[in-house]
């Protein structure tokens, strides 16, 4: 049986403006202006502000209004009655006093645009340096295409992971290349004459041996790192030196020698080439602080408040409209299309500016937390800091603190850092005092930077200089900060 029943719900859902604003949130810098380039040509009503005005500015009518009168007015049936009520004269009331661009350009001064000078980034792939090499070598077509193959196969590092017999199925296969491992062995030994030393190995081992056959071999220091990693290298990894030195009967001095040759080797042949991700490769700060007498200034990168306006083209195309006597309803059809690509630019505009806002307000509560740090420079100085903090501060959700310190950078006098470097939890002291676990990291660190690296602190000695610092601190938490600051541990931090 059939029952009709009122349920009543509350729900909430995110508009829109604030999905997109969420998202531009979370683009730093670097790749703002390609978002913004991608808007630019997804909407042609949008556009650059030659003069950095926004004539869209004195529009007050808010997005949503024009999207639900858009939705109100276009309706599927096909009949005249429902163009009948468009109203466009909160876009075209504004701009019939304004002054053309042309007038306003003074033709004796060339244009900003032509004074601007933009870099160009040119370089060198490993793969291109390894083919340029390989064109210098006398080979037939059938050869050049094997080598080819071998050097497409070696990955970032320089290393070729890759079996011979992979390698001879992938050019019988891909090439339509017949040829043997014995062959390709021959090429791969031809590509490892290549620079840089090391180039096409197997593993670190044969990478290290490639380099040091490439020293003089008179030199005592070079015969000894190549005995070594012949036939000790498991020890040299653990670093094991004294079963080395009584394995080979070195003295100290013989084996510092050796041990000093071997660490100037390079274990990354192909790093130097490696290109990475542009945002990744250029640190782009997002905001700069700077120290004017004892007062600390903010400032937002400029590429973070872009100058947008509306199409002046798409404004006059309503001005025409509204100008017209007859208005079929194609024309009808092309006015609703343009106030929705207006509405479209004007959210986006207004998305650019509120993402300004949040950065800089969120920036400014992390500015005054940690203001003994930008100050000074000092790392013991910072309080501890969590996104709950700046989000009581600010009157933002934690999300939205989470987002803009995501991928965001601050240029200081002290260096350029991370907005995530100012987060961190807390650690009492035997005082009841709060400190910062940066605090203590950073404290870890000078312990471990002056310690003696023939004999060097093992974690329980850590643990019980920093509690007799007065930290109250476990030998396990030592553990943990000294693997997030990338150190290993002391039998691998001894030195000769």
Known sequence: ??????????????????????????????????????????????????????????????????????????????????YDNIDISEYVSEGDDEIADYKLRDDNYPDPDEQRTMPIRVETTFHDHLLDQLGLQTLDERQRRIAEQIIGSIDDDGYLRREASAIVDDLSFSQNVETDEEEIRQMIKMIQTFDPPGVCCA?????????????PQDDEGVIYATRILDDYFDEFTKKHYEKIQRALNLTDEDLREAIGQIIKLNPKPGANYSVMNKAESYVIPDFFIMNNNGKLELSLNSKNAPDLRISEGYREMLKEYDRGDKKDKRQKEAVLFIKQKIDAAKWFIDAIKQRQHTLLSTMEAILNYQHDFFLTGDETTMRPMILKDIADITQLDISTVSRVANSKYVQTEFGTFKLKFFFSESLSTDSGEEVSTREVKKILADMIGGENKRKPLSDENLTKMLQDKGYNIARRTVAKYREQLNIPVARLRKEL
């Not at 030659?50 to 004539?55: F, H, T």
């Not at 593993?203 to 020293?215: G, H, I, S, V, Y």
């Open 1 to 82: 049986m059939l029952k009709q029943t009122q349920q009543q719900k509350l729900l909430q859902k995110l508009s829109p403006q604030q999905i997109q604003l969420m998202k531009l949130l979370q683009v730093p810098t670097a790749n703002l202006e390609e978002r913004i380039k991608e808007e630019l040509e997804e909407n042609p009503a949008l556009e650059y502000s030659e003069d950095g005005s926004s004539p869209d500015d004195e529009m007050e009518k808010p997005a949503e209004e024009f999207e639900a009168g858009a939705e109100d007015e276009f309706e599927p049936d096909g009949s005249e009655s429902e």
């Open 203 to 215: 593993d670190l081992k044969e990478c290290l041996l490639l380099q040091l056959r490439r020293k």
